[in-house]
Nanobody
Framework: VQLQASGGGLVQPGGSLRLSCITG????????IGWFREAPGKEREGISC????????TYSDSVKGRFTITTDIAENTVYLQMNSLKPEDTAVYYC??????????????????WGQGTQVTVSS
């Protein structure tokens, strides 16, 4: 299983970024992919999950309405479109393969595999 997150950077408050999670070694359309983030001094937070087999998505309250998770099966890539970014979104973002249903992703954050993270910094 390979997972590689990219697309992070420095953005001003209110700006947008699109993160990519390039996957390999498994059939993405049958798997769940979750995004979580980790900021200094804060607990890891599961923010979004997509169940490609069921065709469902979930979001934490902290990002709902601002972030959108999608999958491009042909590209073996899961995207996280992040709009209306806030300074509190600053963190290292990771993609992972959840070992729990997506509906529990924010609450339990359990996963089997994860990749190298990408830094997102929201600052003026």
């Amino acid at each position: 299983v390979q997972l590689q997150a990219s697309g992070g950077g420095l953005v001003q408050p209110g700006g947008s970024l699109r993160l990519s999670c390039i996957t390999g070694g498994f059939i993405l359309e049958y798997y769940k992919i979750g995004w979580f983030r980790e900021a200094p001094g804060k607990e890891r937070e599961g923010i979004s999950c997509i169940d490609n087999d069921a065709g469902s998505t979930t979001y934490s309250d902290s990002v709902k309405g601002r972030f959108t998770i999608t999958t491009d099966i042909a590209e073996n890539t899961v995207y996280l479109q992040m709009n209306s970014l806030k300074p509190e979104d600053t963190a290292v973002y990771y993609c992972a393969t959840p070992s729990i249903p997506c509906e529990f992703w924010n609450r339990d954050l359990e996963y089997d595999n994860w990749g190298q993270g990408t830094q997102v910094t929201v600052s003026s």
